[in-house]
């Protein structure tokens, strides 16, 4: 059965910084790419970062030059280091397939709330 975690989530003051890990049982990420999604309250869910299986990244704009996705396939897992936060990058944070990967499993997520 395969059961992917996310974890490092939590309340951080505008500017800071934390780094959020994604593992999984059952399966090995070094197959796919893969992405970091976030949800905010009311809105949908977007694509935050994607690594290709080559380690090649991708951003959306909003993050760019602040977040960093990496992938450590030895450990089976990918993080995402954030950096100068913003009140805005409040949301549930989700590691799952990058779009059109065979990836399609998903975890319950981790709260970042970025708050003064």
């Known amino acids: 059965q395969v059961q992917v975690v996310e974890s490092g989530g939590g309340l951080v003051q505008p500017g800071g910084s934390l780094r959020l890990s994604c593992a999984a049982s059952?399966?090995?990420?070094?197959?796919?790419?893969m992405g970091w999604y976030r949800q905010a309250p009311g809105k949908q869910r977007e694509l935050v970062a994607a690594i290709s299986t080559f380690g090649n990244t991708n951003y959306v704009d909003s993050v760019k030059g602040r977040f960093t996705i990496s992938r450590d396939n030895a450990k089976n897992a990918v993080y995402l280091q954030m950096n100068s936060l913003k009140p805005e990058d409040t949301a549930v944070y989700y590691c799952?397939?990058?779009?059109?990967?065979?990836?399609?499993?998903w975890g319950q997520g981790t709260q970042v709330t970025v708050s003064s």
């Open positions: 799952s397939g990058a779009p059109g990967s065979l990836f399609s499993y």
């Open positions: 059952g399966i090995m990420f070094n197959k796919y790419h």
